[in-house]
Protein backbone atom coordinates (compact mmCIF):
# COMPACT_ATOMS: atom_id res chain seq x y z
CA UNK A 1 0.00 0.00 0.00
CA UNK A 2 0.80 3.54 -1.06
CA UNK A 3 0.39 5.15 2.66
CA UNK A 4 0.66 8.60 1.54
CA UNK A 5 -1.90 7.98 -1.14
CA UNK A 6 -4.22 6.42 0.83
CA UNK A 7 -3.94 8.83 3.22
CA UNK A 8 -4.55 12.16 0.73
CA UNK A 9 -7.05 9.92 -0.81
CA UNK A 10 -9.23 9.27 2.18
CA UNK A 11 -8.97 12.68 3.72
CA UNK A 12 -10.17 14.03 0.05
CA UNK A 13 -13.38 11.24 0.25
CA UNK A 14 -14.59 12.66 3.39
CA UNK A 15 -14.41 16.03 2.23
CA UNK A 16 -11.08 17.65 3.12
CA UNK A 17 -9.98 19.13 5.99
CA UNK A 18 -12.51 21.77 6.36
CA UNK A 19 -14.91 18.81 6.83
CA UNK A 20 -13.59 17.07 9.66
CA UNK A 21 -14.13 17.56 13.34
CA UNK A 22 -11.80 15.03 14.55
CA UNK A 23 -9.89 11.63 13.76
CA UNK A 24 -8.56 9.14 15.92
CA UNK A 25 -8.02 5.17 15.06
CA UNK A 26 -8.60 1.76 16.88
CA UNK A 27 -7.19 -1.53 15.54
CA UNK A 28 -8.58 -1.60 11.64
CA UNK A 29 -10.00 1.56 11.28
CA UNK A 30 -9.77 5.49 11.17
CA UNK A 31 -12.42 7.28 12.74
CA UNK A 32 -13.72 10.94 11.52
CA UNK A 33 -16.44 12.82 13.17
CA UNK A 34 -17.19 14.99 10.12
CA UNK A 35 -19.01 18.19 10.32
CA UNK A 36 -21.60 17.37 7.46
CA UNK A 37 -21.48 13.25 6.86
CA UNK A 38 -23.27 14.19 3.56
CA UNK A 39 -20.02 15.69 1.94
CA UNK A 40 -18.02 12.16 2.15
CA UNK A 41 -17.93 10.13 -1.05
CA UNK A 42 -18.22 6.57 0.11
CA UNK A 43 -18.11 4.57 -3.65
CA UNK A 44 -14.57 7.10 -4.02
CA UNK A 45 -13.22 6.30 -0.70
CA UNK A 46 -14.11 2.52 -0.92
CA UNK A 47 -12.19 2.31 -4.26
CA UNK A 48 -8.53 3.77 -2.93
CA UNK A 49 -6.60 1.32 -2.81
CA UNK A 50 -5.41 -0.12 0.92
CA UNK A 51 -9.24 1.05 1.95
CA UNK A 52 -11.88 -2.26 2.90
CA UNK A 53 -14.83 -0.19 3.35
CA UNK A 54 -16.72 2.72 5.15
CA UNK A 55 -19.19 2.32 8.28
CA UNK A 56 -21.05 5.20 9.77
CA UNK A 57 -21.91 4.65 13.26
CA UNK A 58 -21.21 5.42 16.86
CA UNK A 59 -21.18 9.45 15.55
CA UNK A 60 -18.47 8.51 13.65
CA UNK A 61 -17.55 8.03 9.52
CA UNK A 62 -15.26 5.35 10.24
CA UNK A 63 -13.24 3.87 7.08
CA UNK A 64 -11.88 0.30 7.49
CA UNK A 65 -8.03 0.10 6.77
CA UNK A 66 -7.00 -3.38 8.51
CA UNK A 67 -3.90 -3.55 10.06
CA UNK A 68 -2.31 -0.85 8.32
CA UNK A 69 -4.42 0.96 9.87
CA UNK A 70 -1.35 3.34 12.14
CA UNK A 71 0.72 3.92 9.19
CA UNK A 72 -2.27 5.60 7.03
CA UNK A 73 -3.39 7.60 10.07
CA UNK A 74 0.57 9.01 10.59
CA UNK A 75 0.34 10.00 7.10
CA UNK A 76 -3.01 12.32 7.48
CA UNK A 77 -0.71 13.72 10.07
CA UNK A 78 1.63 15.09 7.47
CA UNK A 79 -0.50 16.88 5.42
CA UNK A 80 -3.12 17.76 8.19
CA UNK A 81 -3.81 18.80 11.60
CA UNK A 82 -5.35 15.42 12.20
CA UNK A 83 -3.74 12.18 12.68
CA UNK A 84 -0.44 11.19 13.50
CA UNK A 85 0.98 12.55 16.48
CA UNK A 86 -2.00 15.19 16.46
CA UNK A 87 -4.19 15.78 19.43
CA UNK A 88 -7.21 15.14 16.83
CA UNK A 89 -9.65 14.01 19.92
CA UNK A 90 -10.92 17.01 22.16
CA UNK A 91 -14.26 16.59 23.15
CA UNK A 92 -15.09 20.40 21.93
CA UNK A 93 -15.42 18.07 18.68
CA UNK A 94 -17.32 15.17 19.82
CA UNK A 95 -20.14 14.15 17.66
CA UNK A 96 -23.54 16.49 18.59
CA UNK A 97 -25.87 13.65 18.32
CA UNK A 98 -27.55 11.72 21.22
CA UNK A 99 -25.64 10.67 23.88
CA UNK A 100 -25.22 6.83 23.64
CA UNK A 101 -23.42 8.04 20.01
CA UNK A 102 -21.35 10.63 21.77
CA UNK A 103 -20.57 7.94 24.86
CA UNK A 104 -18.97 5.56 22.18
CA UNK A 105 -17.21 8.30 20.91
CA UNK A 106 -15.44 8.88 24.05
CA UNK A 107 -14.98 5.28 25.05
CA UNK A 108 -13.29 4.81 21.72
CA UNK A 109 -10.96 7.74 21.71
CA UNK A 110 -10.15 7.08 25.52
CA UNK A 111 -9.36 3.47 25.09
CA UNK A 112 -7.60 3.22 21.64
CA UNK A 113 -3.87 4.78 22.27
CA UNK A 114 -3.74 1.66 25.03
CA UNK A 115 -5.40 -0.41 23.16
CA UNK A 116 -1.94 -2.63 21.88
CA UNK A 117 0.44 -2.04 25.06
CA UNK A 118 -2.97 -3.15 27.03
CA UNK A 119 -3.44 -6.25 24.66
CA UNK A 120 0.78 -6.72 24.60
CA UNK A 121 1.40 -6.76 28.04
CA UNK A 122 -2.08 -9.30 28.59
CA UNK A 123 -0.96 -11.54 25.84
CA UNK A 124 2.38 -12.08 28.05
CA UNK A 125 0.31 -12.65 31.08
CA UNK A 126 -1.21 -14.98 29.28
CA UNK A 127 2.10 -16.54 28.66
CA UNK A 128 3.50 -16.31 31.63
CA UNK A 129 0.09 -17.60 33.46
CA UNK A 130 0.14 -20.78 30.55
CA UNK A 131 3.77 -21.28 32.02
CA UNK A 132 3.29 -21.58 35.44
CA UNK A 133 0.03 -23.95 34.88
CA UNK A 134 1.84 -26.41 32.67
CA UNK A 135 4.87 -26.62 35.42
CA UNK A 136 7.25 -24.96 32.92
CA UNK A 137 7.63 -21.86 35.58
CA UNK A 138 8.25 -21.80 39.31
CA UNK A 139 6.52 -19.09 40.55
CA UNK A 140 9.09 -18.70 43.49
CA UNK A 141 11.84 -17.98 42.07
CA UNK A 142 13.53 -14.05 40.46
CA UNK A 143 12.77 -14.88 36.98
CA UNK A 144 8.68 -15.16 37.41
CA UNK A 145 8.99 -12.02 39.46
CA UNK A 146 10.45 -10.10 36.93
CA UNK A 147 8.13 -11.59 34.41
CA UNK A 148 4.93 -10.83 36.04
CA UNK A 149 5.71 -7.38 36.78
CA UNK A 150 6.48 -6.65 33.21
CA UNK A 151 3.37 -8.15 32.24
CA UNK A 152 1.03 -7.02 35.67
CA UNK A 153 2.53 -3.16 35.21
CA UNK A 154 0.41 -1.52 32.75
CA UNK A 155 -3.03 -2.69 33.94
CA UNK A 156 -2.29 -2.40 37.62
CA UNK A 157 -1.57 1.40 36.84
CA UNK A 158 -3.95 1.66 34.31
CA UNK A 159 -5.97 4.80 35.83
CA UNK A 160 -2.27 6.76 34.90
CA UNK A 161 -2.35 5.66 31.26
CA UNK A 162 -5.96 6.60 31.20
CA UNK A 163 -5.73 10.43 32.43
CA UNK A 164 -3.77 11.37 30.05
CA UNK A 165 -5.65 9.92 26.96
CA UNK A 166 -8.44 11.47 29.16
CA UNK A 167 -6.74 14.91 29.52
CA UNK A 168 -6.24 14.91 25.72
CA UNK A 169 -10.17 13.93 25.07
CA UNK A 170 -11.35 16.44 27.45
CA UNK A 171 -8.21 19.27 26.61
CA UNK A 172 -7.03 19.11 30.26
CA UNK A 173 -3.61 19.52 31.59
CA UNK A 174 -2.17 15.95 31.10
CA UNK A 175 0.22 16.49 33.59
CA UNK A 176 -1.94 17.86 36.38
CA UNK A 177 -3.98 14.64 35.21
CA UNK A 178 -1.22 12.39 36.11
CA UNK A 179 -0.47 13.84 39.38
CA UNK A 180 -4.20 12.84 40.47
CA UNK A 181 -3.87 9.60 38.99
CA UNK A 182 -0.64 9.41 41.35
CA UNK A 183 -2.31 10.11 44.12
CA UNK A 184 -4.95 7.27 43.56
CA UNK A 185 -2.29 4.91 43.55
CA UNK A 186 -0.17 6.39 45.69
CA UNK A 187 1.78 3.24 47.94
CA UNK A 188 0.20 4.26 51.48
CA UNK A 189 -3.17 5.36 49.73
CA UNK A 190 -3.10 1.69 48.39
CA UNK A 191 -2.03 0.33 51.85
CA UNK A 192 -5.14 1.80 53.15
CA UNK A 193 -7.53 0.08 51.99
CA UNK A 194 -10.25 -1.08 53.76
CA UNK A 195 -9.09 0.92 57.17
CA UNK A 196 -11.30 1.92 58.91
CA UNK A 197 -11.91 4.91 60.40
CA UNK A 198 -10.12 7.37 57.90
CA UNK A 199 -11.30 11.17 57.65
CA UNK A 200 -10.38 14.16 55.51
CA UNK A 201 -10.74 17.31 57.38
CA UNK A 202 -13.28 15.39 60.10
CA UNK A 203 -14.91 13.94 56.59
CA UNK A 204 -15.72 10.12 57.01
CA UNK A 205 -14.86 7.85 54.06
CA UNK A 206 -14.05 4.51 52.99
CA UNK A 207 -10.92 3.89 50.81
CA UNK A 208 -11.31 2.00 48.02
CA UNK A 209 -9.06 0.41 45.61
CA UNK A 210 -8.35 2.36 42.37
CA UNK A 211 -5.88 -0.33 40.98
CA UNK A 212 -6.74 -1.31 37.14
CA UNK A 213 -9.30 1.24 37.74
CA UNK A 214 -11.36 3.18 34.58
CA UNK A 215 -14.75 5.07 35.99
CA UNK A 216 -13.02 7.45 38.59
CA UNK A 217 -10.03 8.37 36.54
CA UNK A 218 -12.40 9.56 33.44
CA UNK A 219 -15.02 11.72 35.60
CA UNK A 220 -12.50 13.61 37.74
CA UNK A 221 -10.48 14.18 34.62
CA UNK A 222 -13.49 15.24 32.69
CA UNK A 223 -14.57 17.60 36.03
CA UNK A 224 -10.72 18.81 36.01
CA UNK A 225 -11.04 20.37 32.49
CA UNK A 226 -13.92 22.42 33.71
CA UNK A 227 -12.35 23.54 37.04
CA UNK A 228 -9.02 24.53 34.41
CA UNK A 229 -10.98 26.42 32.44
CA UNK A 230 -12.87 28.20 35.63
CA UNK A 231 -9.72 28.98 37.08
CA UNK A 232 -7.48 30.09 33.96
CA UNK A 233 -10.41 32.73 33.23
CA UNK A 234 -10.59 34.50 36.67
CA UNK A 235 -6.61 34.30 37.93
CA UNK A 236 -4.12 36.51 37.44
CA UNK A 237 -1.97 35.72 34.60
CA UNK A 238 1.17 36.18 37.26
CA UNK A 239 0.27 32.77 39.32
CA UNK A 240 -2.45 30.86 37.52
CA UNK A 241 0.56 28.38 35.52
CA UNK A 242 0.96 27.34 39.15
CA UNK A 243 -1.97 28.22 41.03
CA UNK A 244 -4.19 26.29 39.29
CA UNK A 245 -2.90 22.79 39.05
CA UNK A 246 -2.61 23.27 42.79
CA UNK A 247 -5.87 23.95 43.38
CA UNK A 248 -7.06 21.46 41.14
CA UNK A 249 -5.41 18.77 42.38
CA UNK A 250 -5.91 19.67 45.94
CA UNK A 251 -9.92 19.67 45.06
CA UNK A 252 -10.15 16.66 42.58
CA UNK A 253 -8.25 13.97 45.09
CA UNK A 254 -10.38 14.32 47.89
CA UNK A 255 -13.54 14.88 46.07
CA UNK A 256 -12.62 11.12 44.37
CA UNK A 257 -11.92 9.94 47.93
CA UNK A 258 -15.01 10.82 49.41
CA UNK A 259 -17.36 10.94 46.71
CA UNK A 260 -16.22 9.52 43.19
CA UNK A 261 -14.25 6.02 44.27
CA UNK A 262 -16.61 4.93 46.68
CA UNK A 263 -19.68 5.13 44.35
CA UNK A 264 -17.82 3.82 41.02
CA UNK A 265 -17.34 1.13 43.65
CA UNK A 266 -20.53 0.36 43.95
CA UNK A 267 -21.72 0.83 40.34
CA UNK A 268 -18.37 -1.50 39.48
CA UNK A 269 -19.71 -3.98 42.30
CA UNK A 270 -22.90 -3.75 40.33
CA UNK A 271 -21.97 -4.55 37.20
CA UNK A 272 -19.34 -6.89 38.38
CA UNK A 273 -22.23 -9.01 40.00
CA UNK A 274 -25.02 -8.85 37.27
CA UNK A 275 -22.30 -10.50 34.79
CA UNK A 276 -21.50 -12.88 37.58
CA UNK A 277 -25.16 -13.33 37.94
CA UNK A 278 -25.67 -14.08 34.45
CA UNK A 279 -22.90 -16.28 33.52
CA UNK A 280 -23.81 -18.31 36.72
CA UNK A 281 -27.63 -18.65 36.39
CA UNK A 282 -27.84 -18.61 32.78
CA UNK A 283 -24.52 -18.79 31.27
CA UNK A 284 -25.49 -20.23 27.73
CA UNK A 285 -27.78 -16.92 27.33
CA UNK A 286 -24.87 -14.87 28.02
CA UNK A 287 -22.34 -17.21 26.02
CA UNK A 288 -24.67 -17.34 23.32
CA UNK A 289 -25.56 -13.55 23.36
CA UNK A 290 -21.59 -12.36 23.28
CA UNK A 291 -20.06 -15.14 20.78
CA UNK A 292 -23.40 -14.46 18.37
CA UNK A 293 -23.29 -11.09 18.59
CA UNK A 294 -19.41 -9.59 18.82
CA UNK A 295 -18.67 -9.28 15.07
CA UNK A 296 -21.97 -7.62 14.76
CA UNK A 297 -21.01 -4.64 17.26
CA UNK A 298 -17.51 -4.73 15.92
CA UNK A 299 -19.77 -3.52 12.40
CA UNK A 300 -21.68 -0.75 13.78
CA UNK A 301 -18.23 0.18 16.06
CA UNK A 302 -20.33 -0.58 19.12
CA UNK A 303 -18.03 -3.04 20.70
CA UNK A 304 -16.13 -0.15 22.50
CA UNK A 305 -19.09 0.37 24.34
CA UNK A 306 -18.04 -3.30 26.08
CA UNK A 307 -14.24 -2.73 26.79
CA UNK A 308 -14.99 -0.98 29.43
CA UNK A 309 -17.17 -3.74 31.41
CA UNK A 310 -13.81 -6.25 30.93
CA UNK A 311 -11.49 -3.70 32.63
CA UNK A 312 -14.83 -3.09 35.33
CA UNK A 313 -15.23 -6.93 35.30
CA UNK A 314 -11.28 -6.94 35.97
CA UNK A 315 -11.25 -4.90 38.56
CA UNK A 316 -13.97 -6.42 40.87
CA UNK A 317 -13.10 -9.88 40.42
CA UNK A 318 -9.93 -10.66 39.00
CA UNK A 319 -11.21 -12.48 36.14
CA UNK A 320 -12.79 -11.43 32.92
CA UNK A 321 -16.25 -13.72 32.00
CA UNK A 322 -17.40 -11.73 29.06
CA UNK A 323 -14.29 -12.18 26.84
CA UNK A 324 -14.08 -16.25 26.72
CA UNK A 325 -17.01 -16.34 24.21
CA UNK A 326 -15.78 -13.60 22.41
CA UNK A 327 -12.93 -16.12 21.44
CA UNK A 328 -15.50 -18.46 20.02
CA UNK A 329 -16.53 -15.27 17.95
CA UNK A 330 -14.02 -14.49 16.18
CA UNK A 331 -12.71 -17.99 15.41
CA UNK A 332 -16.29 -18.52 14.02
CA UNK A 333 -15.61 -15.60 11.48
CA UNK A 334 -12.19 -17.10 10.53
CA UNK A 335 -13.22 -20.37 9.86
CA UNK A 336 -16.15 -18.95 7.61
CA UNK A 337 -13.61 -17.38 5.90
CA UNK A 338 -11.65 -20.05 5.78
CA UNK A 339 -14.60 -22.08 4.31
CA UNK A 340 -15.18 -19.43 1.55
CA UNK A 341 -11.31 -20.09 0.81
CA UNK A 342 -12.25 -23.74 0.01
CA UNK A 343 -14.72 -23.69 -1.40
CA UNK A 344 -14.70 -20.91 -4.11
CA UNK A 345 -14.08 -21.19 -7.88
CA UNK A 346 -12.78 -17.85 -7.93
CA UNK A 347 -8.88 -16.67 -7.79
CA UNK A 348 -9.24 -13.45 -7.16
CA UNK A 349 -11.47 -14.28 -3.83
CA UNK A 350 -9.43 -16.75 -3.08
CA UNK A 351 -6.64 -14.45 -2.78
CA UNK A 352 -8.31 -12.26 -0.16
CA UNK A 353 -10.29 -14.94 1.99
CA UNK A 354 -6.26 -16.84 2.08
CA UNK A 355 -4.88 -13.57 3.87
CA UNK A 356 -8.28 -12.58 5.95
CA UNK A 357 -7.76 -16.66 7.64
CA UNK A 358 -4.80 -16.04 8.78
CA UNK A 359 -5.18 -12.30 10.07
CA UNK A 360 -8.53 -13.66 12.02
CA UNK A 361 -7.33 -17.10 13.54
CA UNK A 362 -3.85 -15.67 14.03
CA UNK A 363 -4.30 -11.97 15.66
CA UNK A 364 -7.74 -11.85 16.15
CA UNK A 365 -8.35 -8.96 13.37
CA UNK A 366 -11.63 -9.77 11.59
CA UNK A 367 -12.30 -7.05 9.81
CA UNK A 368 -11.23 -8.05 6.46
CA UNK A 369 -12.66 -11.11 6.54
CA UNK A 370 -16.10 -9.42 7.57
CA UNK A 371 -15.86 -6.36 5.31
CA UNK A 372 -14.56 -7.93 2.38
CA UNK A 373 -15.61 -11.26 1.83
CA UNK A 374 -18.53 -12.28 5.01
CA UNK A 375 -20.44 -9.73 4.64
CA UNK A 376 -20.50 -8.84 1.05
CA UNK A 377 -21.23 -12.99 0.18
CA UNK A 378 -24.62 -12.82 3.41
CA UNK A 379 -24.31 -16.51 3.98
CA UNK A 380 -20.95 -17.29 5.92
CA UNK A 381 -21.57 -13.86 7.86
CA UNK A 382 -24.43 -15.61 9.09
CA UNK A 383 -22.47 -18.93 9.51
CA UNK A 384 -20.26 -17.22 11.63
CA UNK A 385 -22.81 -15.84 13.99
CA UNK A 386 -24.22 -19.44 14.37
CA UNK A 387 -21.07 -20.74 15.16
CA UNK A 388 -20.05 -18.29 17.31
CA UNK A 389 -23.13 -17.74 19.34
CA UNK A 390 -23.19 -22.23 19.80
CA UNK A 391 -19.39 -21.71 20.98
CA UNK A 392 -20.02 -19.10 23.06
CA UNK A 393 -22.63 -21.05 25.24
CA UNK A 394 -20.88 -24.14 25.50
CA UNK A 395 -17.71 -21.93 26.59
CA UNK A 396 -19.48 -19.67 28.83
CA UNK A 397 -21.38 -23.07 30.33
CA UNK A 398 -17.82 -24.31 31.28
CA UNK A 399 -17.13 -21.33 33.23
CA UNK A 400 -13.95 -20.05 30.99
CA UNK A 401 -12.35 -16.78 31.98
CA UNK A 402 -9.40 -14.47 31.23
CA UNK A 403 -7.15 -13.33 33.85
CA UNK A 404 -5.72 -10.76 31.22
CA UNK A 405 -7.22 -8.24 29.05
CA UNK A 406 -6.36 -9.40 26.07
CA UNK A 407 -7.55 -9.44 21.90
CA UNK A 408 -9.05 -12.49 21.29
CA UNK A 409 -7.17 -14.54 18.54
CA UNK A 410 -5.26 -17.96 18.08
CA UNK A 411 -1.94 -16.61 19.68
CA UNK A 412 -4.13 -14.85 22.95
CA UNK A 413 -5.55 -18.73 23.74
CA UNK A 414 -2.95 -18.70 26.72
CA UNK A 415 -4.99 -16.28 28.57
CA UNK A 416 -8.01 -18.72 29.12
CA UNK A 417 -5.87 -22.11 29.91
CA UNK A 418 -6.31 -23.11 33.11
CA UNK A 419 -9.11 -20.97 34.05
CA UNK A 420 -12.62 -23.07 33.86
CA UNK A 421 -13.24 -26.30 32.27
CA UNK A 422 -10.56 -27.06 29.75
CA UNK A 423 -12.69 -29.42 28.11
CA UNK A 424 -15.35 -27.24 27.42
CA UNK A 425 -13.39 -24.36 26.62
CA UNK A 426 -12.11 -26.85 23.26
CA UNK A 427 -15.50 -27.80 22.56
CA UNK A 428 -16.81 -24.49 22.22
CA UNK A 429 -13.90 -23.45 20.53
CA UNK A 430 -13.78 -26.66 17.96
CA UNK A 431 -17.64 -25.65 17.56
CA UNK A 432 -17.60 -21.96 17.07
CA UNK A 433 -14.75 -23.32 14.34
CA UNK A 434 -16.36 -26.45 12.38
CA UNK A 435 -19.95 -25.22 12.44
CA UNK A 436 -18.82 -21.51 10.77
CA UNK A 437 -16.51 -23.78 8.49
CA UNK A 438 -18.75 -26.63 7.74
CA UNK A 439 -21.83 -24.73 7.07
CA UNK A 440 -19.96 -21.67 4.65
CA UNK A 441 -18.61 -25.13 2.33
CA UNK A 442 -21.70 -27.84 2.57
CA UNK A 443 -24.41 -25.04 1.89
CA UNK A 444 -22.10 -22.76 0.37
CA UNK A 445 -23.04 -18.94 -1.13
CA UNK A 446 -23.50 -17.08 -4.29
CA UNK A 447 -19.83 -17.98 -5.69
CA UNK A 448 -18.73 -14.56 -7.30
CA UNK A 449 -17.14 -16.58 -10.10
CA UNK A 450 -20.49 -17.30 -11.42
CA UNK A 451 -20.88 -13.68 -12.34
CA UNK A 452 -17.40 -13.96 -13.96
CA UNK A 453 -18.42 -17.03 -15.75
CA UNK A 454 -21.79 -14.81 -17.39
CA UNK A 455 -19.41 -11.87 -18.08
CA UNK A 456 -16.81 -14.21 -19.92
CA UNK A 457 -19.18 -16.17 -21.99
CA UNK A 458 -20.72 -13.09 -23.77
CA UNK A 459 -21.13 -10.10 -21.31
CA UNK A 460 -17.29 -8.90 -21.60
CA UNK A 461 -16.88 -5.23 -20.73
CA UNK A 462 -17.02 -3.08 -23.88
CA UNK A 463 -15.08 -0.27 -24.38
CA UNK A 464 -16.02 2.96 -26.40
CA UNK A 465 -13.48 4.91 -28.00
CA UNK A 466 -12.77 8.05 -25.69
CA UNK A 467 -11.09 9.94 -28.92
CA UNK A 468 -12.35 10.75 -32.20
CA UNK A 469 -9.05 9.58 -34.91
CA UNK A 470 -7.91 6.95 -36.06
CA UNK A 471 -7.41 3.22 -34.43
CA UNK A 472 -3.89 2.19 -34.36
CA UNK A 473 -2.55 -1.67 -33.26
CA UNK A 474 -0.81 -1.57 -30.08
CA UNK A 475 2.11 -3.01 -30.90
CA UNK A 476 2.91 -0.05 -33.13
CA UNK A 477 3.12 2.71 -30.34
CA UNK A 478 6.78 4.11 -30.59
CA UNK A 479 6.89 2.71 -26.46
CA UNK A 480 8.02 -0.36 -26.14
CA UNK A 481 6.16 -0.71 -22.52
CA UNK A 482 3.13 0.30 -24.18
CA UNK A 483 3.80 -1.52 -27.68
CA UNK A 484 5.12 -4.85 -25.52
CA UNK A 485 2.01 -5.39 -23.56
CA UNK A 486 3.40 -4.44 -20.35
CA UNK A 487 1.14 -2.36 -19.04
CA UNK A 488 -2.09 -4.70 -19.95
CA UNK A 489 -4.10 -4.74 -23.76
CA UNK A 490 -5.65 -2.64 -25.75
CA UNK A 491 -5.46 -0.39 -28.75
CA UNK A 492 -4.25 3.05 -29.33
CA UNK A 493 -5.78 6.05 -31.37
CA UNK A 494 -4.02 8.69 -33.01
CA UNK A 495 -6.23 12.04 -32.27
CA UNK A 496 -7.89 14.46 -34.89
CA UNK A 497 -9.35 16.37 -32.11
CA UNK A 498 -8.58 17.68 -28.46
CA UNK A 499 -11.65 16.32 -26.73
CA UNK A 500 -10.63 13.22 -23.90
CA UNK A 501 -14.81 11.39 -23.24
CA UNK A 502 -15.39 8.90 -21.32
CA UNK A 503 -15.30 5.45 -22.47
CA UNK A 504 -18.24 3.88 -19.98
CA UNK A 505 -19.77 4.87 -16.42
CA UNK A 506 -16.58 4.98 -14.20
CA UNK A 507 -15.04 6.18 -11.74
CA UNK A 508 -11.90 8.09 -11.73
CA UNK A 509 -9.23 6.34 -9.85
CA UNK A 510 -6.23 8.19 -11.12
CA UNK A 511 -6.51 11.69 -12.56
CA UNK A 512 -2.54 13.16 -13.34
CA UNK A 513 -2.54 16.99 -12.30
CA UNK A 514 -0.94 17.34 -16.22
CA UNK A 515 -4.19 16.05 -17.88
CA UNK A 516 -1.76 13.64 -19.81
CA UNK A 517 -2.79 10.54 -18.97
CA UNK A 518 -6.42 9.83 -16.54
CA UNK A 519 -7.14 6.08 -15.15
CA UNK A 520 -10.74 5.01 -15.10
CA UNK A 521 -12.31 1.73 -12.77
CA UNK A 522 -15.52 0.38 -13.89
CA UNK A 523 -18.43 -0.93 -11.54
CA UNK A 524 -17.01 -4.83 -12.66
CA UNK A 525 -13.65 -3.93 -11.90
CA UNK A 526 -11.88 -3.56 -14.89
CA UNK A 527 -9.35 -0.34 -14.85
CA UNK A 528 -8.09 1.69 -18.19
CA UNK A 529 -5.32 3.87 -18.33
CA UNK A 530 -5.60 6.03 -21.17
CA UNK A 531 -1.93 8.01 -22.06
CA UNK A 532 -2.40 11.19 -24.54
CA UNK A 533 0.61 11.16 -26.20
CA UNK A 534 4.63 9.57 -25.33
CA UNK A 535 6.64 11.72 -23.11
CA UNK A 536 3.81 14.69 -22.88
CA UNK A 537 4.18 14.29 -18.79
CA UNK A 538 7.39 16.34 -19.87
CA UNK A 539 4.72 19.27 -20.90
CA UNK A 540 3.65 19.93 -17.02
CA UNK A 541 0.37 20.20 -17.85
CA UNK A 542 0.95 22.96 -20.65
CA UNK A 543 -1.59 22.53 -23.37
CA UNK A 544 -3.71 20.21 -21.48
CA UNK A 545 -6.85 21.31 -18.93
CA UNK A 546 -8.23 18.78 -16.87
CA UNK A 547 -11.78 18.11 -16.26
CA UNK A 548 -12.56 15.76 -14.10
CA UNK A 549 -11.00 15.01 -10.51
CA UNK A 550 -9.94 11.60 -8.42
CA UNK A 551 -13.01 9.77 -6.83
CA UNK A 552 -15.24 11.76 -9.23
CA UNK A 553 -18.05 9.55 -10.69
CA UNK A 554 -18.43 10.25 -14.50
CA UNK A 555 -20.60 8.72 -17.61
CA UNK A 556 -19.75 7.55 -20.75
CA UNK A 557 -19.22 10.36 -22.92
CA UNK A 558 -18.68 13.04 -20.28
CA UNK A 559 -15.42 15.27 -21.30
CA UNK A 560 -12.13 14.11 -19.15
CA UNK A 561 -9.74 16.58 -20.80
CA UNK A 562 -9.21 18.76 -23.22
CA UNK A 563 -5.85 19.73 -25.25
CA UNK A 564 -4.40 21.59 -28.14
CA UNK A 565 -3.28 19.06 -30.68
CA UNK A 566 -1.68 21.93 -33.09
CA UNK A 567 0.51 22.99 -30.18
CA UNK A 568 1.47 19.63 -28.57
CA UNK A 569 2.58 18.60 -32.09
CA UNK A 570 4.43 22.03 -32.90
CA UNK A 571 6.30 21.16 -29.52
CA UNK A 572 7.53 18.09 -30.99
CA UNK A 573 5.56 14.89 -29.43
CA UNK A 574 3.59 12.39 -31.05
CA UNK A 575 0.28 11.80 -29.67
CA UNK A 576 -0.80 8.70 -30.30
CA UNK A 577 -2.89 8.04 -27.45
CA UNK A 578 -2.39 4.29 -25.64
CA UNK A 579 -5.79 2.57 -24.10
CA UNK A 580 -5.36 -0.16 -21.88
CA UNK A 581 -6.90 -2.37 -19.70
CA UNK A 582 -4.51 -2.80 -16.86
CA UNK A 583 -5.47 -5.47 -14.41
CA UNK A 584 -4.51 -8.02 -16.37
CA UNK A 585 -5.55 -10.80 -13.65
CA UNK A 586 -8.88 -10.13 -14.35
CA UNK A 587 -9.07 -9.12 -18.40
CA UNK A 588 -5.88 -10.60 -19.76
CA UNK A 589 -7.37 -9.97 -23.55
CA UNK A 590 -9.36 -7.78 -25.80
CA UNK A 591 -11.34 -8.90 -28.72
CA UNK A 592 -12.87 -7.40 -32.13
CA UNK A 593 -11.03 -4.46 -31.57
CA UNK A 594 -11.82 -1.35 -34.21
CA UNK A 595 -9.50 0.01 -36.70
CA UNK A 596 -9.27 2.84 -38.84
CA UNK A 597 -11.15 5.83 -38.43
CA UNK A 598 -13.44 5.87 -35.10
CA UNK A 599 -15.31 8.66 -33.30
CA UNK A 600 -15.91 9.20 -29.68
CA UNK A 601 -19.17 6.71 -28.44
CA UNK A 602 -18.12 4.01 -31.39
CA UNK A 603 -17.08 0.72 -30.24
CA UNK A 604 -13.86 0.21 -29.69
CA UNK A 605 -12.81 -3.14 -28.38
CA UNK A 606 -13.77 -5.76 -25.88
CA UNK A 607 -11.96 -6.38 -22.72
CA UNK A 608 -12.39 -10.49 -22.13
CA UNK A 609 -12.67 -11.95 -18.36
CA UNK A 610 -10.31 -14.05 -16.92
CA UNK A 611 -10.19 -17.37 -18.59
CA UNK A 612 -9.40 -19.41 -15.57
CA UNK A 613 -12.36 -18.94 -14.42
CA UNK A 614 -14.01 -20.32 -17.40
CA UNK A 615 -12.22 -23.51 -16.95
CA UNK A 616 -12.08 -23.65 -13.08
CA UNK A 617 -16.03 -23.97 -13.41
Not at 143 to 168: G, H, K, Q
Not at 544 to 560: I, N, P, R, S, Y
Request: aromatic share 10%; with cysteine; charged share 10%.
Amino acid sequence: MDYSKTATEVLKGVGGEGNVQSLVHCATRLRFVLKDESKADSAAIKATPGVVTTAQAGGQYQVVIGNDVPEVFEEIGKISKFGGGNDSSAATDAPKGNLFNRFISMISAIFTPLLWALAGTGLLKAFVAAAVTFGWLDPSTSTYLVLNALSDAFINFLPLALSITAARYFKASEFTSLAIAGALLYPTITASVGTEGLTFFGIPFTMVTYVSSVIPIIIIVWLQSYAEKFLYRVLPSAIRRFVTPMIVVLIAVPLVFLAVGPLSAVLSGWIGSGIGWVFATVPWAGGALMGGLWQVFVIFGLHWGLVPLFTLEFQNSGQILLIGPVFAAVLAQAAAVAGVWVRTRSKSLKSLAAPATLSGFLAGVTEPAIYGINLPLKRPFAFGIIGGAVGGAIIAIGGVYSTAFVVPSGLALPALFGNGNMVLLALGLAAAILISFVLTVVVGFKDPVENELIRAEGNDLEVRSPLDGTVVPLGDVPDAVFAEGGLGQGVAIMPRSGALYAPFDALVVAAFPTGHAIGLQHADGAELLIHIGIDTVKLGGKHFTLKVEGGQHVKAGDLLVEFDVAAITDAGYNLITPIVITNTELYPTVSTPASGPVAHGEPLFFAVAEEAAIAAS
